[in-house]
């Protein structure tokens, strides 16, 4: 899979080949190794950086960070043990070239990394893959020259094919070295899909349950309330007929007083006309009470009496007026009162 985005080389310490120019040439090159060399890689990014022979802690960034490829040149990490630098007086050539490189920075120590030779047995490059980092171990491009670029290549290559390569094998179901490993991989993502799906199903099953049982609960509450009310009506309904034929016969008998004139309807309001009344206190004495209009508001149950005398007699005796409001009544005054 080649690479998604972009390939950045970095100067960092010292420009390649220690100057400005150079740089800018070369790190042409070395992006376009990287491109066609790296062709099994997944990543999206990869940056260069050109250390000068930097020691850095094993704490270092991108740990974990499988998006990013890191390649340090001439860079190392400090080891966990006792490796150290190694110097020739006497250079010796590198997968069958020759080249002035003296100086071998040391490994890491890790036995979580991987190693890249050459073809004479030297360690060039060290993997460390839970930072995606590829240390360089030598100063390839202190000068850079084609051969120099060579070496690089060769890294490059041997590093795609012992790293990348490997790991894009093992999904092929035709190339990999481990068929029921990568059976049993597949059948587990499938039955990890299946059971996220059936959780999902299982989870939207329990809430329609948990929705049905509360619609069943309204249903029923709504049920009663509708059996409630359907016996409200009916009561009301027989209550409104036996009322109609009741407010008639009332009516009658209302009317069919000797004491009644005649009895009126208006807007809700029933007006009551009366002949001459007599009315009696608590002491039994008597009053000429004279006509009277009584009205019954049907809507508040209001009773109001209005009275049509001004004086009247009662026992051969000059009394006050009786006005009558709101069904109270004004007691007789006495003799000397009235003078």
Avoid at 90 to 112: A, M, R
Avoid at 203 to 222: G, I, P, S, V, W
Wanted: net charge negative.
């Amino acid at each position: 899979m080649p690479i998604r985005n972009d390939i950045a080389v970095f100067s960092y310490r010292d420009f390649l080949g220690y100057d400005s120019e150079v740089h800018e040439e070369y790190k042409t090159h070395i992006a376009e190794i990287i491109r066609e060399k790296l062709i099994d890689i997944d990543v999206e990014n990869v940056e260069v950086y050109n250390m000068s022979g930097v020691k850095m802690h094993p704490d270092t960034n991108n740990r974990h960070n499988k998006k990013r490829l890191i390649i340090a040149l001439n860079a190392t990490v400090e080891p966990n043990s006792e490796s150290v630098d190694i110097f020739f007086d006497d250079p010796p050539k590198v997968n069958n070239i020759e080249v002035d490189i003296n100086t071998y920075l040391h490994i890491s120590g890790s036995d979580t990394t991987t190693l890249i030779y050459s073809s004479e047995g030297m360690v060039l490059a060290e993997w460390h893959e839970e930072k995606y980092l590829l240390c360089i171990l030598v100063d390839l491009f202190g000068l850079c020259n084609e051969r120099r670029l060579s070496i690089f290549q060769n890294i490059m290559e041997e590093f795609n094919n012992k790293i990348w390569r490997y790991r894009h094998l093992k999904f092929s179901w035709i190339h990999t070295p481990d068929k029921e490993k990568l059976t049993d991989k597949v059948l587990q993502q499938i039955k990890d899909q299946k059971n996220s799906y059936l959780r999902e199903l299982r989870r939207t099953a329990d809430n329609m349950k948990d929705r049905c049982e509360q619609l069943r609960r309204d249903l029923r509450l709504n049920h009663d309330t509708m059996l409630q009310k359907q016996r409200i009506i009916e009561t009301e309904t027989i209550h409104l007929e036996q009322s109609q034929n009741k407010l008639v016969e009332e009516l009658d008998i209302i009317v069919n007083h000797p004491k009644v004139k005649d009895l009126h309807i208006k807007e809700n309001i029933f007006h009551i006309f009366t002949e001459h009344l007599d009315i009696y206190d608590e002491n039994n004495q008597r009053y000429k009470g004279g006509e009277y209009e009584i009205t019954i508001d049907m809507s508040t149950s209001q009773v109001r009496f209005f009275g049509k005398n001004c004086r009247q007699w009662v026992s051969g005796r000059q009394t006050t007026p009786i006005p009558m409001l709101m069904g109270i009544m004004e007691y007789p005054v006495s003799a000397q009162q009235q003078k």
